[in-house]
């Protein structure tokens, strides 16, 4: 009875000492920014078969430590191989090249989520995601007075891939006219008033008629190109707002 | 063909043994004949070699030299009961026999009858739906000689068949022994208890380190001494 | 046939009320505990990393039943001396291990069936549609596994349960690996070294060639037609297998 009752007292001591240690240990521990990333060569060796099991399990590792270290000390060293890793081993796993991108901004490289962007694209063309935030990355971290034409290129790119909402086209014509390629621009609007309801349309007629110049003549070589490029009802519509107050 | 049941002749069998493989010889030129109809006893001390000439008979294991030939064509008129037996105990004794008539290809109906037939004769049937498991000794060699006895073989091979049996077992076995003499079929059992031996068999055979060295009826056994045992002992100890 | 279909009968039986269905239990609480972690944390791939990690516990859950209860099948029955019940009856060497196998075969094709029906109505409920692809992936983890099965009672006529597990798990991390060995045969310099290469390659079976994951979740564009024929070349693999191991038991004496 004696034993019996000194392994009970020994097995309790022992279970609260386990809870206690537990218990007061610090709730987040202190995570060092600088993990170790195996290369991707390593997982692309192995079997095809656990490849995008491995990239969803460094994903998720990703995810917590950004969260980690962004609020926290705000370093992010080894983020970019994690988002290298993981886009290699899952190349159409969208949702890691647009959080990786984001997050490498937070880590002070969006030249890098640029390229991871870019090579993102390559491996998922019918993405319109993909262009579409290129075009935000080069405009709003771009350099040099081509960022705007470089952004409104990527928006037209986007614009053009079947399921991509209208907004972009009107993105991609605002920057072009921006960025001096006004003819361009003057096309762009003819696409958007083509395909826009009458608000979207008279957005597009009150954005041509600011790029277009005032002379009549001008204006008519101006719009010339549009007569190629449109029905030819929907460009009797729209040069009539255009020229609506000209003398005939 | 061979009248006799069973007819072994210059029976050896060595097997390896050890990391070396050392070998060892455990049957030494094994001769004897069971004739048909006969209820033969083998008998021996630990190790002499019974179990073994019945593996070898049975097709358990291979010959080193010499032969064994059964009058029966195949096993599917054989039925053997091993030594301390032990079956699936996930089964219950119903499944458990159902299982072994299947073994010998027997039709649906005439398992179902032969596996009630049977369970009713070894006084199974209210454990029949019990899993083995829960069974005792004396159940699981009454299971055991049922499913010796599923395909109502012509030749019957018991390993100590009254090991672990009461009293009231043992005389259940000793009549179906009877029975199956009454019948016609031939059996072939080892046993350590001399006494039923001496009830039950017309022939036996002693082995001894791999050798029978002595076989005939009974009868003559108990011309040279007074008792089969006193006769046992005085063969095994020569 | 009778005989092959009374063992493989039995096998089953014994295999099931093991408690082997348990695993089913483990993997569904598994999942679902997964699956709510997964969703605070995943930024809104939940549904992918659910089939991932769901077909990943699928495979290593399935395997895990395989291997040690292909190990034990053959050993237990000599250790347990049910082999002199089953071989005083005319029972063939070959239709033991063929009972066996299509036995174990009907029990995981229960197991991951209840895996696999579970794990696809999980998805259906987080992606709010449908995935008859994770059916499919399950199928085909079963094909896999119906390889290591064979080759788990192949060596396990050869030695020790334990040993026959290991080797069995063995064979499985190297049928990942195929395509690295076969990659070897053609850079390797050493005529030795390619010779050596192609004899494993030839060994050991390609199961990442049926291995449908990275179709399921959107990596991979599916060939059906190859993947048929790698299907039938492990179908083929495995009766070959248990021939050999048919043989090898055949030797056996007990």
């Not at chain 2, 000439?53 to 049975?58: D, E, Q």
Request: charged share 20%.
């Amino acid at each position: 009875m004696a034993r019996r009752l000194l392994a009970l007292v020994v097995v309790l001591v022992c279970a609260g000492g386990v809870v206690a240690y537990q218990v007061s240990r610090p709730a987040r521990a202190p995570a060092d920014p600088r993990v170790f990333v195996p290369s991707a060569a390593f997982f692309l060796d192995f079997s095809p078969s656990f490849r995008t099991s491995a990239a969803d399990a460094y994903y998720l590792s990703m995810v917590q430590y950004y969260g980690e270290h962004v609020n926290g000390d705000g370093r992010l060293d080894s983020l970019r191989q994690m988002v290298d890793l993981v886009t290699r081993l899952s190349p159409h796993f969208t949702r890691a090249y647009m959080f990786g991108a984001f997050a490498l901004i937070d880590a002070g490289r969006p030249d890098v989520g640029y390229a991871l962007l870019k090579n993102g694209f390559v491996e998922n063309p019918g993405d319109w995601h993909f262009p579409a935030y290129l075009g935000f990355f080069a405009y709003r971290y771009g350099a040099g007075k081509d960022k705007d034409l470089a952004a409104a290129g990527w928006y037209e790119k986007a614009a053009a891939i079947p399921g991509a909402p209208s907004y972009l086209l009107r993105l991609a014509a605002t920057l072009s006219a921006k960025g001096g390629a006004d003819q361009k621009a003057i096309v762009m609007w003819g696409q958007v008033y083509l395909g826009g309801d009458k608000y979207v349309r008279q957005k597009a007629v009150t954005e041509l008629d600011s790029i277009l110049p005032k002379d009549k003549a001008a204006r008519l070589k101006a719009v010339a190109p549009l007569y190629q490029t449109m029905p030819k009802a929907d460009f009797a519509a729209l040069t009539a707002e255009l020229f609506k107050g000209y003398a005939p | 063909m061979s009248e006799a049941a069973v007819r072994v002749s210059g029976l050896r069998k060595t097997v390896h043994v050890g990391f070396r493989r050392r070998p060892v010889e455990i049957l030494k030129g094994v001769d004897l004949t069971v004739g048909p109809n006969d209820v033969y006893g083998l008998l021996g001390p630990n190790g002499a070699g019974k179990t073994t000439t019945v593996k070898v008979a049975l097709g358990l294991m291979r010959p080193t030299s010499g032969s064994v030939a059964l009058a029966v064509e195949g096993l599917s008129h054989v039925g053997y009961l091993p030594e301390n037996p032990y079956f699936y105990d996930y089964l219950s004794g119903r499944e458990f026999l159902g299982f072994c008539a299947r073994l010998f290809a027997i039709d649906a109906d005439a398992r179902r009858k032969r596996v009630d037939e049977l369970l009713r004769d070894m006084s199974l049937e209210q454990a029949a739906d019990t899993h083995l498991r829960k069974y005792s000794k004396g159940m699981l060699q009454r299971i055991g000689i049922a499913q010796a006895l599923i395909n109502d073989p012509e030749l019957v091979l018991l390993d100590e068949p009254m090991t672990g049996l009461d009293p009231v077992g043992r005389v259940e076995v000793k009549r179906i022994i009877e029975t199956l003499h009454e019948r016609g079929r031939t059996v072939l059992f080892n046993s350590h208890i001399l006494s039923d031996v001496h009830e039950l068999c017309s022939r036996i055979a002693i082995m001894r380190e791999g050798r029978v060295v002595w076989e005939g009826a009974v009868a003559e056994a108990l011309d040279e001494a007074p008792s089969l045992e006193d006769f046992f002992m005085k063969v095994v100890t020569a | 046939m009778n005989q092959v279909v009374a063992i493989a009968v039995n096998t089953f039986r014994e295999t099931i009320r093991d408690r082997i269905l348990a695993v089913i239990v483990v993997f569904a609480l598994l999942m679902i505990v997964g699956g709510l972690w997964l969703g605070s944390i995943s930024l809104g791939e939940q549904g992918r990393m659910m089939i991932d990690f769901g077909l990943v516990a699928v495979t290593f859950f399935g395997l895990i039943v395989a291997v040690f209860v292909a190990a034990g099948l053959v050993h237990k029955e000599v250790e347990k001396r049910t082999v002199f019940v089953l071989f005083s009856k005319p029972v063939s060497r070959s239709a033991f291990i063929g009972g066996k196998f299509i036995g174990l075969c009907g029990t995981m094709a229960v197991v991951l069936s209840g895996m696999g029906i579970f794990l696809f109505a999980l998805v259906w409920i987080v992606n709010r549609q449908p995935s008859w692809m994770v059916l499919a992936a399950v199928v085909m983890v079963y094909v896999q596994l119906l390889a290591i099965v064979a080759v788990t009672i192949f060596f396990s006529t050869l030695g020790s349960a334990i040993l026959a597990s290991v080797l069995g798990i063995c064979v499985f991390v190297a049928g990942q690996l195929s395509q690295n060995v076969l990659s070897l045969t053609r850079l390797g310099k050493n005529p030795v070294t390619q010779v050596f290469s192609w004899v494993v390659y030839v060994i050991v079976p390609n199961l990442s060639a049926v291995d449908v994951k990275a179709g399921v979740v959107g990596e991979q564009t599916l060939a059906w037609g190859q993947i048929g024929l790698w299907t039938a070349y492990l179908l083929a693999y495995v009766v070959v297998v248990l021939a050999l191991a048919a043989l090898v038991f055949r030797r056996k004496e007990f």
